[in-house]
């Protein structure tokens, strides 16, 4: 209870923070600025994204291979006004299933402020919120998957302050449902709160709280994380809590820290990235009952991973990339490992356009 309130306070907080400032330098979902004087000859014009990834794996445990199409997403974002902006994207091989990811509409009523409603990933952790062709790694991290993804149907709000203060903060309510049971009727909704410091360029620090209550026990998620980039180097870590109600579940925490350093190359590549992660998670659930106990069950074993790469880039980072990973795991006695959590090597094409 006292973590909604929190929740709704800092939401009513930061709709109340709006001022009367300048209405020229607004974005578009793609941080370009919106010039209404262009609007009627080329900023109306929608951008057109997209991010294939193609991957091989190898599992020398069971001695099995497999090709797979990881994502095949399409997006479309633009403005119909200096005001409005939009954003819809699909995903048409997300592991061979088709999934509709983005649709949402955003509202910068004043410089700085913006409203956003629709379907969306929740604003929580660092590493959960980067899109595929964002990732340092061929798989994501065991926060950003199992722990602290969340897609759902809400409203946002976003405010950043500045000159002076580098702060930005969204605070979101959510349906709880997930994507695909829209029409159901809410009495608990999901609440999230992010904050990011962005003191100098090249550090970040986060902080996310998150309240979710899929069906019978609301789960509460607490997330800090900070990186650092210097000199070629980029250093993350990041840690999260999830607490559940009424003591449904023992508590789970999970960490992701990670090193990647960037060799610029003359020819053929831009450049070579050499990536060293560590992250772990406890017995994790999803906060669903299980339908023969009626008790949370373990979705997600206790484990461990270590995970070497490298990175070949064609161009600037992000766009054209090769990513060669190998994944060592490490579970307790008694863990269960699901069939794409074991020991493997990962090379995988990702191309972003």
């Keep these: 209870m006292i ?71 399409f997006s479309l974002t633009g403005n119909v006004h ?13 592991e061979g299933s088709i999934k509709m990811l983005d649709a949402y509409t955003r509202i910068f009523p004043v410089e700085d402020l913006n409203f956003t409603i629709g379907q969306m990933r929740v604003p929580f952790t660092i590493d959960a919120h980067r899109s595929p062709h964002q990732q340092y790694f061929a798989n994501r991290s065991f926060i950003a998957k199992q722990v602290g993804n969340v897609r759902d149907v809400g409203a946002t709000a976003g405010y950043t302050f500045r000159p002076g203060f580098p702060l930005t903060l969204e605070a979101g309510v959510f ?61 993350e870590g990041e840690y999260l809590y ?27 590549f831009h450049k070579m990235s050499f990536l060293l992660r560590y992250d772990m998670m406890t017995d994790h659930s999803d906060a669903t009952n299980d339908s023969e106990t009626g008790r949370l069950k373990i979705n997600d074993y206790q484990r461990q991973r270590l995970t070497g790469g490298l990175t070949f880039s064609f161009s600037k980072a992000f766009v054209a990339d090769i990513r060669v990973n190998y994944e060592k795991y490490f579970y307790k006695s008694g863990g269960i490992p699901k069939e794409s959590e074991r020991d493997k090597l990962v090379i995988e094409f990702m191309t972003r356009f």
Aim: hydrophobic share 35%; with cysteine; proline share 3%.
């Design 175 to 235: 349906n709880g449902s997930g994507l695909t049971n829209q029409k159901e009727w809410q009495e608990d909704f999901n609440y999230t709160v992010k904050g990011q410091f962005l003191f100098t360029k090249g550090a970040n620090l986060t902080l996310g709280l998150q309240s979710i209550k899929p069906e019978e026990v609301r789960a509460n998620m607490y997330n800090v994380g900070a990186y650092y980039e210097f000199c070629g180097f980029h250093i």
């Design 82 to 94: 200096p005001m409005v902006a939009y954003k819809a994207e699909i995903d048409l091989s997300d």
């Design 3 to 73: 973590i909604r309130k929190t929740l709704l306070l800092l939401a009513w907080g930061l709709t109340l923070s709006i001022q009367a400032t300048s209405q020229n330098s607004r974005t578009n979902e793609d941080g370009r600025r919106l010039d209404k004087s262009e609007m009627e000859t080329t900023d109306y014009m929608p951008e057109i994204h997209g991010t294939i990834r193609g991957k091989f794996e190898y599992q020398p445990q069971i001695s099995a291979s497999r090709f797979e199409v990881r994502n095949a997403r």
């Design 242 to 268: 999830k607490h559940y109600e009424k003591d449904a579940f023992k508590n789970v925490h999970a960490v992701n820290s990670f090193i990647n350093y960037d060799l610029k190359f003359p020819k053929v």
